[in-house]
């Protein structure tokens, strides 16, 4: 740690400022990510742990997305629908929120499934919706394109081709796997300059 003097106060250290691209611990400049989760969590939307990082890889759950979107969208925070899980869940207000927007609608058994990973695919149809992006036609752009669900189809698309998500370097979009932290800030990011 690098220490300076206080102009007027001789004897005095205090800590540099850390460098704007080094906002956590384990987010290097040279993180693909790195823009997109400095700016979103300096709008207050997402944040880092208590240790300093950020944790990109991570997977996010449905709840967290959820809170993120809501706040990124500056949706009106209010009690409303609720899902047989998330009565008591800390996001409830923030899930009933992004249902009333019209973001979210959860299972078919009325549950939500909060602290359950969110799928790429899932993420996709819930960011379309915030966005409100309109719909196109499902396209085999993928490698893996014939494994995106029906219901996610166009949702997909549309965030393709608006350049919201991207597939991966070996052209696969892998719909059912986890979203990462890195990914859901940086798909948001992407949606709020749309």
């Not at 611990?25 to 709008?43: C, F, M, R, Y």
């Not at 939307?45 to 969208?73: D, H, M, Q, W």
């Not at 915030?130 to 396209?139: C, D, F, G, S």
């Not at 696969?172 to 798909?187: C, D, H, K, L, S």
């Amino acid at each position: 740690m690098l220490v300076k003097e206080k102009e007027g106060e001789p004897g005095t250290v205090t800590p540099d400022e850390p460098a704007p691209s080094q906002l956590f611990s384990d987010v290097p400049a040279t993180h693909w990510a790195a823009g997109t989760i400095k700016e979103l969590s300096e709008t207050g939307c997402i944040s880092g742990y208590p240790n300093g990082t950020f944790k990109p890889e991570n997977k996010i759950t449905r709840a967290e997305f959820a809170v993120v979107l809501a706040k990124a969208y500056k949706m009106e925070i209010a009690a409303g629908k609720v899902f047989g899980d998330t009565a008591v869940h800390w996001a409830r207000d923030y899930i009933s929120s992004a249902h009333a927007a019209g973001v979210i609608s959860g299972y078919d058994d009325n549950s939500f499934g909060p602290d359950d990973p969110i799928t790429r695919e899932q993420m996709s149809v819930l960011i379309a919706k915030a966005a409100k992006l309109p719909l196109v036609e499902e396209t085999s752009q993928f490698a893996d394109s014939g494994s995106i669900s029906s219901w996610a189809g166009e949702a997909v698309a549309a965030a393709a081709v608006n350049g919201i998500i991207n597939g991966y370097p070996d052209n696969t979009f892998r719909p059912q796997g986890n979203a990462t932290r890195a990914e859901a800030v940086t798909v948001i990011v992407r949606a709020l300059k749309k």
